[in-house]
């Protein structure tokens, strides 16, 4: 079972210059399912597969998000003071905002309104981290085990970014349970429980919460934002966006427009602002706000493959440390790919970056490999 981050569509890095892990997760002899949690990617509601995959390669990503109707207006205008307030961020507090971040701004508002005509055939969704947690994990693992029909009813497990979040939080869960997790054994990508000792560079958003919050914004187009944006990445003051995505010159040129331009969606502003509390006292909690998920991860049984990028300006090696280093010595294996002449990996390059199919993802074959047991 593969997990992505939380907006990406897996099914973006089946295709191109470069294949990601799933495509050569078969070829070794596994059953692979994508996981695309509700709202992600090719996930759809009262909707068949091909008319999901024919308005991903439409205009926009996807039209499933959480706005009421007769509510676009207010929304979009609320939208657009939370786009000048991430322009404002990205300028850095400068007192004279330069003509790039003009331009910019100019491009959101153009993307605003192109979203804002997408309003009104969109439904009423409103979720969190736990949703995922608590209902999509669980319900997609029980499918897959009815069509797999593995010998021992477990499976296999990887996730990217938000991916290995969900999937560290389920082993967390259900060690403090006491509960057997159904899986076999887990493999994280980029991943954590904990980033507030970390430099990550997601820090730099926390800012957009708290307006988030108080404009009760119900979702924030962060799709359309980096698509938006993307065209100013090149030169200076954004050129750190890129960076962001994958190392200098490690992605295929291709696949990074790609990536940008088709792999984000809109994200729910709950599920943004639990998030958050990854990078507070504590670590991710559950949305009571008593639960830490870090607190019980040592009392999962399950071995875990940790793996970080040493350019990985999201979610740094100390981040993944950070919750690598409370697993059970036996059960962990953690390793950072990167060199210091070179190749290095990003967030992205771990899953789609040209050296990922030679190094990262026979990685992970021979960890599932090793611990199959069927």
Known sequence: ?????????????????????????????????????????????????????????????????????????????????????????????????????????????????????????????????????????????????????????????????MGGILLYAVLSRYGFKGKDTGLVSVATLGSSLDYTSSRSSLKWLLPLAEPAQALNVPVIPIGELIAAAHPFASRPPFSWLNLQISAQNTMHPELMEKLVMKNFGTVPARLLLQLTT?????????????????????????????????????????????????????????KVFGEPGGPHFAHYDLVGGRMAPAQVYPCIIQFLDHHDKI
């Open 278 to 334: 990854a990078f507070q006292e504590g670590g991710l909690c559950d949305r009571s706000g008593a639960f830490f998920y870090k607190d019980h991860i040592a009392k999962c049984n399950v071995p875990i493959l940790a793996l970080a990028g040493d350019l990985d300006l999201i979610c740094p090696p100390d981040a993944v440390y950070e919750t690598a280093k409370l697993i059970p010595e036996h059960l962990l294996t953690y």
């Open 1 to 161: 079972m593969r997990l992505g981050g939380i907006t990406r569509c897996c099914c973006y890095l089946e295709s191109g210059p470069m294949q990601s892990d799933t495509i050569s997760l078969p070829s070794q002899g596994f059953d692979t399912w994508i996981l695309e949690v509700r709202g992600a990617g090719l996930s759809a509601r009262q909707m068949d597969y091909e008319e999901a995959n024919q308005s991903l390669n439409g205009a926009s990503d996807w039209t499933e998000s959480v706005l009421l109707a007769g509510q676009s207006s207010n929304i979009v205008g609320q939208l657009r003071d939370l786009s000048q307030k991430l322009v404002d961020i990205i300028g850095k507090g400068q007192n004279v905002v330069p003509q790039p971040l003009v331009g910019l701004q100019e491009r959101l508002s153009s993307t605003l309104e192109d979203f804002q005509k997408q309003l009104d055939v969109i439904e009423n969704y409103d979720w969190d981290f736990d949703h995922y947690l608590e209902e999509d994990v669980p319900t997609a693992m029980d499918y897959i085990r009815t069509c797999s029909k593995p010998k021992d009813g477990k499976l296999l497990a990887i996730g990217h970014s």
